[in-house]
T-cell receptor, first 112, second 111 residues
Framework: RKEVEQDPGPFNVPEGATVAFNCTYS??????FFWYRQDCRKEPKLLMS?????NEDGRFTAQLNRASQYISLLIRDSKLSDSATYLC?????????????WGLGTSLAVNP | DVKVTQSSRYLVKRTGEKVFLECVQD?????MFWYRQDPGLGLRLIYF???????EKGDIPEGYSVSREKKERFSLILESASTNQTSMYLC??????????FGPGTRLTVT
């Protein structure tokens, strides 16, 4: 089993749709979690950190389910500019983030 | 805003050449990282450094070395470039347990 697994997609959705991605991780002791966004041929950029209580930032909501070992990202009211690859990232270490585990990403295309 | 800069956006080198990729961050972060990213393989960690002159191997260190003489600067060295090192190289920095911030990347082609 891969350490971090994501459905590669692509997810093709119309503007205004709600879309959700899940990401599963294998190390139950993992400490912190992130969602990054990566546009084509650009660097990854932090979208959200994922807290145990879940967190929301505008149209984006991240949830953590430790019992089932997955994190999710929900995007409401999708915009064309949301088209990107979304990377799930897991930090298995307490006290530092020296070796993050990166998923391969989920590709999202928002269509007019 | 955190700023991470990389010395080149695009680089073309010949097989056997020595290649230097430089990365500079301006946020006094103690941790710095070098990754490569290839289609279907995702981000793979080459080396990281958690302090000046300190370095640790990542998952794919073979064929690479690094140097960190100053806190803000982390260099990746390809001693003798090979075609299988053609890739996108991404530098990142972070403080403690917090998120990593990336530079714009260097697309290296080895011919």
């Amino acid at each position: 089993r891969k350490e971090v697994e994501q459905d590669p997609g692509p997810f093709n959705v119309p503007e205004g749709a709600t879309v959700a991605f899940n990401c599963t991780y294998s190390n139950s002791a993992s400490q912190s979690f992130f969602w990054y966004r990566q546009d084509c041929r650009k660097e990854p950029k932090l979208l959200m950190s994922v807290y145990s209580s879940g967190n929301e930032d505008g149209r984006f909501t991240a949830q953590l389910n430790r019992a089932s070992q997955y994190i999710s990202l929900l995007i409401r009211d999708s915009k064309l500019s949301d088209s990107a690859t979304y990377l799930c990232v897991v930090n298995p270490n307490a006290g530092n983030n020296r070796k993050l585990i990166w998923g391969l990403g989920t590709s999202l295309a928002v269509n007019p | 805003d955190v700023k991470v800069t990389q010395s080149s956006r695009y680089l073309v080198k010949r097989t056997g050449e020595k290649v230097f990729l430089e990365c500079v961050q301006d946020m006094d972060h103690e941790n710095m990282f070098w990754y490569r990213q290839d289609p279907g393989l995702g981000l793979r960690l080459i080396y990281f450094s958690y302090d000046v002159k300190m370095k640790e191997k990542g998952d794919i260190p073979e064929g690479y070395s690094v140097s960190r003489e100053k806190k803000e600067r982390f260099s990746l060295i390809l001693e003798s470039a090979s075609t299988n090192q053609t890739s996108m190289y991404l530098c990142a920095s972070s403080a403690g347990i917090h998120e990593q911030y990336f530079g714009p990347g260097t697309r290296l082609t080895v011919t």
